[in-house]
Structure formats: C-alpha cells, structure tokens
C-alpha cells in the first residue's frame, strides 16, 4: 500500500493550492480517504473525509467553507482544493486510507506554507 | 464536538512499562485507535479496535477500553519506542467525526 502527496508550497495568505494524493497497490475505490493536516510542533488533526464514491465528504469547521475534498477513482488519486488560505493553515498535510474508521496507511507528507 | 484527554508526556526507564492514557466521556463505548509517530515521519497505526494489533506490530503493544478511559501499554520498552502517540475515536453523532487526542510524548529515560 503507497499513498504519494503532491502539491504543497509556499503560498500567500489568500491565495489557493491543490494537494494530490497518488495511491497504488491496493483497491482505492474500496476505501474513504481522508486528509490529516499537523501545524509546526502541533498535534494531528483531521481536515477532511470522503467516502468510498465520492458521493458524501465531511470537513472540520476550521476549513468548511474553504477546502474542498475530492477523488478521481479512475486515476487512483485523492485531492485538497484549499482556497482562501490562512497562516493557520500552515501544516504538513497527510493523506490516509481508512479502514473500518481508522487510518491504516498514510502518505509521507506535504508541507503547505502560508505566508506574504 | 466530542474531546479525547491525553497527558502530555510520560517517561520510562528501559525494559519497563510505559501506561498511557485517553480520556473521553463514556470512551469504552467507542472504538479506540491509537498511532506512533516519530520525529519527522508519518504517524503508523499500532493499536485498533481498543486493543487488537497491525501486523508487524510488536506484542508489546496494548490496549483496553473501558468507561472513560483507554490506555495503550508499552511493555519491555526500547528506545526506539520513543515517539509521540496518539488515540483517536470515529464520533458517528458528529459531522467532524474523526477525532485525535492531543498526543503524548513518551521520553525513554
């Protein structure tokens, strides 16, 4: 099982990025995914989940209304449309597969740096 | 929105116990997963379900679950055990459902 994040970078307060998750050897439509972001020094906290369709997706009031959390099972891949981006915002954002509601496997990371 | 209580740190001596706690009104009714997370890599989940284990996690990892409080135990630690640890619940009643506790550090003395 690999989950690869893409995307991250330096980013002015305001402005939007898009996070990739590539996800390989295992069934990714079989499996919701989630986003789980850890500021500088900080704690884990869950961003964002979709289910295995993509027909429902669930986020954290500290970003509703900002990301937007979506998968493209054709391609085997998981995204993070972050817009309206905060310095609080600024984490290394993980990917992860959730198994029976817990997170079994996660990617190595992407920093996202907020800052003007 | 439903909060997990971790203390912040525990320290341990090698080849002793390392207790740590989670705390959450009426946990031992919920499903408790618990990741080890070490300086600069991605957490790995070590314990679900309140105490059932991955494989290729050592039998020195533990858990139960029960009223208010789960606890992971680290038995006969190393110091590669050395990490910070994490519990985490699914809150079904919640629209943010995945839920962490803050962490704890545990320092092998």
């Known amino acids: 099982v690999q989950l690869v994040e893409s995307g991250g970078g330096v980013v002015q307060p305001g402005r939007s990025l898009r996070l990739s998750c590539a996800a390989s050897?295992?069934?990714?439509?079989?499996?919701?995914m989630s986003w789980v972001r850890q500021a500088p020094g900080k704690g884990l906290e869950w961003v964002s989940a979709?289910?295995?369709?993509?027909?429902?997706?669930y986020y954290a009031d500290s970003v509703k209304g900002r990301f937007t959390i979506s998968r493209d099972n054709s391609r085997n891949t998981l995204y993070l449309q972050m817009t309206s981006l905060r310095a609080e915002d600024t984490a290394v954002y993980y990917c992860?597969?959730?198994?029976?509601?817990?997170?079994?496997?996660w990617g190595q990371g992407t920093q996202v740096t907020v800052s003007s | 929105s439903y909060v997990l209580t971790q203390p912040p740190s525990v320290s341990v001596a090698p080849g002793q116990t390392a207790r740590m706690t989670c705390g959450g009104n009426?946990?031992?009714?919920?499903?408790v997963h618990w990741y080890q997370q070490k300086p600069g890599q991605a957490p790995v989940l070590v314990v679900y379900?309140?105490?059932d284990r991955p494989s290729g996690i050592p039998v020195r990892f533990s858990g139960s679950n029960s009223g208010n409080t789960a606890t992971l135990t680290i038995s006969r630690v190393e110091a590669g055990d050395e990490a910070d640890y994490y519990c985490q619940v699914w809150d079904r009643s919640s629209d943010h459902p995945y839920v962490f506790g803050a962490g704890t550090k545990v320092t092998v003395l």
């Open positions: 050897r295992f069934t990714f439509s079989d499996y919701p």
């Open positions: 009426n946990i031992g009714s919920k499903s």
């Open positions: 979709i289910t295995r369709s993509g027909s429902s997706t």
């Open positions: 379900d309140d105490s």
């Open positions: 992860a597969k959730d198994k029976g509601f817990r997170f079994d496997c």
